[in-house]
């Protein structure tokens, strides 16, 4: 099935509208596709807990964070296909009012951080993150736990 | 030893220097922390590649490679701790002026790519990202090979 095949693929010829002929994502893809995003939301969140333990250079605390916002902004987007499978639980489009307003929380909240961090640096955004980063609630109830 | 202690953490105490108390950066935190840049640079890379593979939606080309750049700006930091390790040959620190010439190289054809995708979307971008990502020329020297 298509789910994310380009508009523009679609081409009028002869007045026969044809069908787009480029590879067209199926299922595996969208599992794959959202995977790359989280891990992406995964390696950033692991990176700023690592500045905030001290075992990270401070410097880059706000672009951690600023890649983490830009990158929690395109997961609802990974999300809307309906294909339960990887580490998505079938919740996921069964509440999907429920699942996209966190989503979407999580995007306002994390761009609120960024820019507490962009202007105020670390110390003005350090005692926000708990808070802004809403992962374990969120997966405790929509991830299949790891084995 | 502390690599990325932060500055501040330094505190006079009764005319004596403190050593901070804080959690300190080891060598296994140093490699942590840029494995969790070179994995989200990964993750991303892999996510613009399914795109233009028409596997994933395209209107999120241009934030995928805008994140790409800004994490690839990060990545020179990542590395300057010498601690060979995790994936990283040692010729990292051997060669550092060519390595790092490679990673300033790597952060300024994404950022022009970014640029590309932003301002002309993705059939503008398109013809420019085999050169702009580097990954496995700069692997092919530097990466200890995966088993």
Known sequence: MSRFSRP??????????????????????????????????GEQAAAIGMILEHRAPPENFAVHVQILAITAATAKKAFEPKVPGGDAKPDVWAKWA???????????STADLAKTAKD????AAEPKVAT????????????????
Do not use: E, W
């Not at 105020?120 to 110390?123: D, F, M, R």
């Open 132 to 147: 802004a980063l809403t992962c374990k609630n969120c997966h405790d109830t929509y991830r299949v736990p790891k084995q």
């Open 120 to 123: 105020g640096g670390l110390a």
């Open 8 to 41: 523009f693929a679609l081409t009028a010829v002869s007045g026969l509208l044809i069908a787009p002929v480029s590879a067209l994502a199926d299922d595996q893809d969208v599992i794959d596709y959202r995977q790359h995003v989280m891990k992406t939301l």
């Open 98 to 108: 429920d699942f996209a307003k966190r989503l979407d929380a999580l995007a306002a």
